[in-house]
């Protein structure tokens, strides 16, 4: 049938783009490589194969999967434009330098949300075990030139397993919040697509009411997946990049730290974050 046939198509990214560092920059978990040069994914429930070219991207998908890509790449984002506001400061510079074409992620806001409160007290290679076992459990199966995929499960899904078969699966202590979260989110109180539209302090009251959610999980999801890009989340390698190299940082909460960044870099503040993040945690491998 035409509807199960497998295409390629092209797409044209004008930016410097590194596929590689920004699938392994840590806001996504369930992408992995496939035939040694493809990355192998969902987006909006059908699987995706993605290649780099020399201008962009080899897309190979059953349907026509361009529209999905661009917006998880957020390929209209001018990374040429965020890198000029922001070389003032040398050190901010000097990151963007030395990982051009990393870019910010915008993802499905319930597994974002999933995934980062998975990541708590956590690191990305446990979290990809747990939320690959998860997936593989609950998800929808999906092929791609013969690669099984599975999607995302929904809230509701999640929303009749118990805890303890959570915790079966590697998730610990974040299994109670898991199965609290997908029972609230199941239920339609949480709104994504209004949280997108509302300001970046309205979602994230919204968010911080949630189960398992803190300040931080919140701003990983504000930025990787609801367009906030003035959030900042502050891990141990984002913290040691500033301290390190803005003195008043280590006097700071994370509230107040946030904010001091929020107020230096603005717009921006989602960008500078992840370039500090990729920089401090690869330096010296």
């Known amino acids: 049938m035409i509807a199960d046939s497998v295409s390629s198509q092209h797409i044209s990214v004008k930016d410097p783009f590194d596929l590689n560092?920004?699938?392994?920059?840590?806001?996504?978990f369930r992408w992995e490589i496939v035939d040694r040069v493809w990355y192998a994914g969902v987006l909006e429930q059908q699987g995706v194969l993605l290649r780099r070219a020399n201008d962009g991207l080899i897309?190979?998908?059953?349907?026509?999967?361009?529209?999905?890509?661009?917006?998880?790449?957020?390929?209209?984002?001018?990374?040429?434009?965020?890198?000029?506001?922001?070389?003032?400061?040398?050190?901010?510079?000097?990151?963007?330098?030395?990982?051009?074409?990393?870019?910010i992620l915008r993802q499905e806001a319930w597994e974002c949300l999933v995934s980062f409160i998975c990541s708590s007290v956590s690191n990305i290679p446990k979290i990809k075990r747990s939320?690959?076992?998860?997936?593989?459990?609950?998800?929808?199966?999906?092929?791609?030139?013969?690669?099984?995929?599975?999607?995302?499960?929904?809230?509701?899904?999640?929303?009749?397993?118990?805890?303890?078969?959570?915790?079966?699966?590697?998730?610990?202590?974040?299994?109670?919040y898991l199965v609290d979260l997908s029972s609230i989110v199941a239920s339609g109180i949480v709104d994504f697509c209004k949280l997108r539209e509302a300001t970046y302090q309205e979602a994230k009251e919204s968010l911080i009411k949630l189960p398992?959610?803190?300040?931080?999980v919140a701003d990983c999801v504000l930025a990787f997946s609801l367009d906030k890009?003035?959030?900042?989340?502050?891990?141990?390698?984002?913290?040691?990049?500033?301290?390190?190299?803005?003195?008043?940082?280590?006097?700071?909460?994370?509230?107040?730290?946030?904010?001091?960044?929020?107020?230096?870099?603005?717009?921006?503040?989602?960008y500078v974050q992840q370039y500090l993040f990729q920089d401090k945690r690869l330096e010296g491998k």
């Not at 920004?22 to 996504?28: D, K, L, N």
């Not at 690959?132 to 929808?140: F, H, P, V």
């Not at 099984?148 to 809230?155: G, N, R």
Request: a neutral charge; zero cysteines; proline letters at 4%.
């Open 212 to 216: 398992g959610v803190g300040e931080k």
């Open 229 to 270: 890009l003035e959030g900042f989340p502050i891990d141990r390698w984002v913290r040691r990049s500033l301290e390190e190299r803005y003195p008043p940082a280590k006097r700071m909460n994370y509230t107040e730290l946030r904010s001091w960044a929020q107020n230096k870099w603005g717009r921006n503040s989602g």
């Open 59 to 103: 897309v190979r998908s059953k349907g026509n999967a361009l529209e999905a890509v661009a917006m998880f790449f957020r390929l209209e984002d001018d990374l040429h434009t965020i890198f000029t506001e922001v070389s003032s400061d040398r050190f901010v510079a000097e990151a963007f330098q030395k990982n051009q074409g990393l870019r």
């Open 21 to 28: 560092a920004t699938m392994e920059s840590g806001q996504v």
């Open 131 to 176: 939320l690959r076992a998860l997936a593989k459990m609950y998800g929808n199966p999906v092929e791609i030139d013969g690669h099984i995929l599975y999607a995302f499960p929904a809230p509701e899904r999640l929303a009749a397993v118990t805890e303890d078969e959570l915790r079966d699966l590697g998730l610990g202590f974040r299994a109670k």
